[in-house]
Structures are given as structure tokens and as C-alpha cells.
């Protein structure tokens, strides 16, 4: 991150403005380099240790008509097991219209869900079927900034009169889940750069392969949770259970820092930051 005070480069022993490098925690020290100087962050190196990541996971994703989950429906998603095995959805969106902004991020078109989509009803209901018959079973859900995905899916079931996740888990919220966004942030959380998908695949050495279709999103959510827990073992040694639960607090630790940093560095700007994970109820 920024530094807020000038100090000295770590490096080169050059004279750091405030604003002008970077402050990075190190052995549990906080150094400071300049602009040139300024480490590039590595992944840890991958171990040999079992884990959750070496059990029965899915990798879960949906390309949808929006990027605000409030009003988005679903176009298409995608289930994919730690064997490999995948169950698609095309969706048809009956009179709804795709719009051309979310249309040139996934490439369906409106022609092609009306011709190809199963019927919205038989798609969610297959789709929740799949996502709460694996959830329990008590194996990890991976889904990649997973508040996302699961509000989109209950605004869905909730259009369409459909019973929510919660009254198909016994009355509880979606878990285990595991999403390796949170965890990372939770991992690493001073590291610089950004961490969409794309991003922390190229980071932790994952390939993605057809980005922004629901079955390569999915696939690769699903290496990429595998490759962090390879390289992290302190968290791969979590049960699920607890692993869920500290996703919880790491969402709500980020969402009170990024707060925290938009009302110092930009008074009145109106955001607020949702630090609920992994699931919450739409209006």
C-alpha cells in the first residue's frame, strides 16, 4: 500500500515523499521502498501437505445480464468437481433482454439463449438442486467472490416463486463455501495490485482458460482455491467448517478497511462497503 509518511527506501536508501512509494510488512517490519525499488510480490512455494484441497470440491459460477446482483438474472453457470466432471446451464431469458454491455463480456446472445436456453424455471431449479445436494454432503463449494453469484441465484429463485437456498439447506445459509478472493485478501491482505480472477490466476500460476464462460470461470475458480491451499498450508490445514468461518471474519475485516480508507481519502462519497459473506438475502 501507499505510504502515508515519507521515510527512506529500504533498497537504495533514497529520501520516500508521503504518497510516493510503497509500505510493504516484511519479517514484521514495515519497509519502505521507492517507485523503482518496489518488490514484486511472489506466491509462496507449493507443498506437499493434505488438506482441505485435496478432497471432493465444485467450482461454481454464472455469467449473468448485469454486474449489479440486485437486478441481474442468469444467463448461464456451471458446475465443475475435483474429477473433472461438469453440468452446464444455458438460460432462457423468455422476455427479458440481455443487455449488449453484459452480452460483449460473455458472448451470449439474446438469439442464442432464446434458441439454445433450457426454460428459467427448470434451470434454477436444476441449478439449486445441484448447489445444495453438494453443499449437504459437506464438501466445499469454491465460488469466486461468492456474494456475488448467490444473491444472483436467490433473486432468481425469489422472480420465479422458487424455494430459497436456505429452505433447501434446513433453514441455514449456503456452506461450506470457499472463495478465493476472501481468502487471499485474508492471506495476503497488504499485497498491491488487483485481484479479479484474470489477475490472481496469473498470480498463483493458474491457467483460465475461455474466461467469462461460466464453465471456464468455474474450472478455474476451482484450480485456483486448489493452488492456494497447495501454497498456503496453514490454511489448507483448516477443517471446512472453520475455514468458512474465517472467510466471514475476512470479509468483514476488509469490508471495514476499504471503508475506512474511502471516508479518510474521499470525504462524502456515499459508498458503503457490504462486509456480509458468503450470502445475503435480497431485498
Not at 484450480?223 to 470479509?251: F, K, N, S, T, Y
Not at 480508507?261 to 458468503?278: A, E
Amino acid at each position: 500500500m501507499r505510504n502515508r509518511y515519507p521515510g527512506t527506501c529500504t533498497n537504495c536508501g533514497a529520501s520516500v515523499e508521503a504518497e510516493a512509494g510503497v509500505v510493504l510488512k516484511q519479517d514484521g517490519r514495515w519497509r519502505t521502498y521507492c517507485a523503482e525499488h518496489e518488490p514484486r510480490p511472489t506466491p509462496p512455494p507449493r507443498a506437499d501437505h493434505l488438506g482441505w484441497h485435496t478432497g471432493a470440491l465444485a467450482g461454481f459460477d454464472c455469467e449473468t445480464s448485469s454486474r449489479d446482483p440486485r437486478e441481474a438474472f442468469l444467463v448461464s453457470a456451471a458446475m465443475v468437481d475435483s474429477s473433472g466432471t461438469a453440468r452446464t446451464w444455458l438460460v432462457d431469458p423468455g422476455d427479458r433482454r440481455i443487455p449488449d454491455d453484459a452480452i460483449a463480456v460473455h458472448g451470449i446472445t439474446n438469439e442464442r439463449a432464446r434458441a439454445e436456453g433450457m426454460p428459467a424455471v427448470k434451470a434454477l431449479e436444476e441449478i439449486a438442486e445441484a448447489v445444495c445436494t453438494h453443499l449437504l454432503a459437506q464438501r466445499g463449494l469454491v465460488i469466486f467472490n461468492a456474494p456475488f453469484d448467490l444473491r444472483v441465484l436467490a433473486g432468481e429463485l425469489q422472480r420465479h416463486d422458487l424455494p430459497p437456498l436456505t429452505e433447501r439447506l434446513s433453514g441455514a445459509a449456503p456452506a461450506p463455501i470457499i472463495d478465493p478472493l476472501v481468502i487471499d485478501r485474508g492471506a495476503d491482505p497488504y499485497r498491491r495490485g488487483p485481484r479479479n480472477l484474470s489477475a490472481m490466476c496469473e498470480f498463483y500460476g493458474v491457467d483460465l482458460h475461455d474466461a467469462h464462460t461460466a464453465h471456464g470461470d468455474a474450472s478455474a475458480c476451482l484450480a485456483l482455491a486448489c493452488e492456494i491451499g497447495a501454497r498456503r498450508p496453514e490454511i489448507a490445514a483448516l477443517d471446512l467448517p472453520v475455514l468458512h468461518q474465517r472467510q466471514v471474519e475476512w470479509a468483514a475485516a476488509y469490508a471495514r478497511d476499504r471503508q475506512e480508507w474511502l471516508d479518510r481519502r474521499r470525504p462524502g462519497h456515499g459508498t458503503v462497503v457490504d462486509g456480509t459473506w458468503p450470502y445475503s438475502h435480497t431485498d
